[in-house]
């Protein structure tokens, strides 16, 4: 009886495990694309700023690691991470349509947007 418990609670800690290191392995892959559409500012460079606005759609889908634990009675923790996906891949078409536009500035407000969405989320999510 006593190992069955401690089987189950072991498949339980390696499963909450497993999702805690998928949620960091994309917040990784989203920092990282972040960093690329910065190389691509410094570079002046529009294909690299469309490769990591691409990367930061692929990763905004996987929705799940934006999903926190409700706080409290009126927040939906759900939509809540649909919600900051969708942003997410709003903000990096703006960021790659504007660029092409030649309207690098406003490029760059889209990029600090989305760094802006991922410390609010931060906040939430880690209690900063």
Same mark, same amino acid.
């Given at each position: 009886?006593?190992?069955?418990?401690?089987? *189950?609670?072991? *498949?339980?800690?390696?499963? *909450?495990?497993?999702?805690?290191?998928?949620?960091?392995?994309?917040?990784?892959?989203?920092?990282?694309?972040?960093?690329?559409?910065?190389?691509?500012?410094?570079?002046?460079?529009?294909?690299?700023?469309?490769?990591?606005?691409?990367?930061?759609?692929?990763?905004?889908?996987?929705?799940?690691? $934006?999903?926190?634990?409700?706080? *409290?009675?009126?927040?939906?923790?759900?939509?809540?991470?649909?919600?900051?996906?969708?942003?997410?891949?709003?903000?990096?078409?703006?960021?790659?349509?504007? $660029?092409?536009?030649?309207?690098?500035?406003?490029?760059?407000?889209?990029?600090?947007?989305?760094?802006?969405? /991922?410390?609010? /989320?931060?906040?939430?999510?880690?209690?900063?």
């Amino acid at each position: 009886m006593k190992k069955l418990i401690i089987l *189950g609670l072991l *498949g339980v800690s390696l499963y *909450g495990q497993s999702a805690l290191d998928q949620r960091i392995s994309v917040m990784k892959d989203l920092e990282k694309a972040m960093a690329t559409v910065q190389k691509g500012y410094l570079y002046n460079n529009l294909n690299i700023v469309k490769n990591g606005a691409d990367q930061l759609k692929e990763h905004a889908k996987d929705v799940k690691s $934006f999903e926190v634990a409700s706080t *409290g009675s009126n927040f939906d923790a759900k939509q809540y991470a649909i919600n900051e996906a969708s942003a997410i891949t709003s903000l990096a078409n703006d960021m790659v349509d504007s $660029f092409k536009k030649g309207e690098k500035s406003k490029s760059m407000i889209a990029y600090q947007n989305t760094l802006n969405r /991922c410390i609010t /989320c931060h906040k939430i999510v880690r209690k900063w």
